[in-house]
Nanobody
């Protein structure tokens, strides 16, 4: 069984920073890709950033230049450094590991950015 646990969410003022962490445990080895998604109230879940097993990163246009994803496949960890946060970044953030073609999700962590 695979479990993902996020941490690092919270309340921050616009312009501030937060760092999200996600730890995977269980029968998961080298993930094909690791990523962060978010879902705001009334909106669909969207990709924020991802990193492949080869280190290639991908970002949503709305966060390019402000967010940085990093991952450590050996440690089964993925991180999201969020700088210059905006109120529109407010959402529940979910980490994702893709392993053997299957997506595993964390329970989500709330990020709230006040104006």
């Amino acid at each position: 069984q695979v479990q993902l646990a996020e941490s690092g969410g919270g309340l921050v003022q616009a312009g501030g920073s937060l760092r999200l962490s996600c730890a995977a445990s269980g029968s998961i080895f080298k993930a094909n890709a690791m990523g962060w998604y978010r879902q705001a109230p009334g909106k669909q879940r969207e990709l924020v950033a991802s990193v492949s097993s080869s280190g290639r990163t991908n970002y949503a246009d709305s966060v390019k230049g402000r967010f940085t994803i990093s991952g450590d496949n050996l440690k089964k960890m993925v991180y999201l450094q969020m700088d210059c946060l905006k109120p529109e970044d407010t959402a529940v953030y979910y980490c994702n590991f893709n392993f053997l073609g299957y997506d595993y999700w964390g329970q989500g962590t709330q990020v709230t950015v006040s104006s």
